[in-house]
């Protein structure tokens, strides 16, 4: 399956604390792209890096990427419980088409 | 980036009925699509939306189950058609504003379909 593996499947941390997600592909990267998904509603494009960038920062958000190792994180640091959410990371294929990974369930408590 | 919105947000639908969803976004793309995702799953692309022309199916899913139209750049709509339970998640339409590789993907609020 070309579906990306991100891990941990879910993860429950405190107020406070930082929270770290993995992705890998089998596939070539040419971008990393990060999303949010809250309750099973639509998703919220977070970050995209590009494949000659090897990290990238946006407000509380820090993703890394290695192509070398077709892998990527995404480091959220102080989480809030407005955080709690689904976070999927996506390459795409042929140009336009998205691969999504596999998910992981953040639950971040008060 | 875009704004998408999909209508309806949620449904539930009866065994061999069909349901259309409709996306609209609020300026011109380049690029549509529609996205399956089944319960507590990620996300799989079901086609890519052609404006003017036939959808761009992707294994595994088929136009008579899945009609689609695109008949301008800013709108699109997913038919499931002869729905069972098995059809029951959420269907998402995400639309793309530029051209190039790196350029991101927007997603709209989804459809969340049940069938009974």
């Known amino acids: 399956s070309q579906q990306g593996e991100e891990d941990p499947q879910a993860l429950s941390i405190q107020e406070g604390e930082n929270a770290t997600m993995n992705c890998s592909y089998k596939?070539?990267?040419?971008?990393l792209q990060w999303y949010r998904q809250n309750s099973g509603r639509g998703l919220v494009h977070l970050i995209l890096?590009?494949?000659?960038?090897r990290e990238k920062h946006s407000g509380r958000l820090r993703v890394t990427l290695d192509t070398s190792k077709k892998s990527s994180s995404l480091l959220i640091t102080a989480s809030r419980a407005a955080d709690t959410a689904s976070y999927f990371c996506?390459?795409?294929?042929?140009?336009?088409?998205?691969?999504f990974g596999t998910g992981t369930r953040l639950q971040v408590f008060p | 980036s875009a704004v998408i919105s999909q209508k309806p947000s949620r449904d539930i639908c009866q065994r061999g009925t069909s349901l259309t969803i409709q996306c609209q976004v609020d300026?011109?793309?380049?690029?549509m699509f529609w996205y399956r995702q089944q319960p507590g799953q990620s996300l799989t692309l079901i086609a890519t939306a052609n404006q003017g022309s036939e959808a761009t199916y992707e294994s595994g899913f088929v136009i008579d189950k899945f009609p689609i139209s695109r008949p301008n750049l800013t709108f699109s709509t997913l038919t499931v058609s002869n729905m069972s339970p098995e059809d029951s998640s959420i269907y998402l339409c995400?639309?793309?504003?530029?051209?190039?590789?790196?350029?991101?993907?927007?997603f709209g609020d989804g459809t969340r379909l049940s069938i009974l």
């Open positions: 890096i590009r494949s000659n960038e």
């Open positions: 596939t070539s990267i040419n971008n």
């Open positions: 300026s011109q793309v380049t690029m």
């Open positions: 996506a390459t795409p294929y042929n140009t336009d088409k998205l691969i």
């Open positions: 995400s639309a793309k504003t530029g051209t190039g590789i790196n350029q991101p993907q927007h």
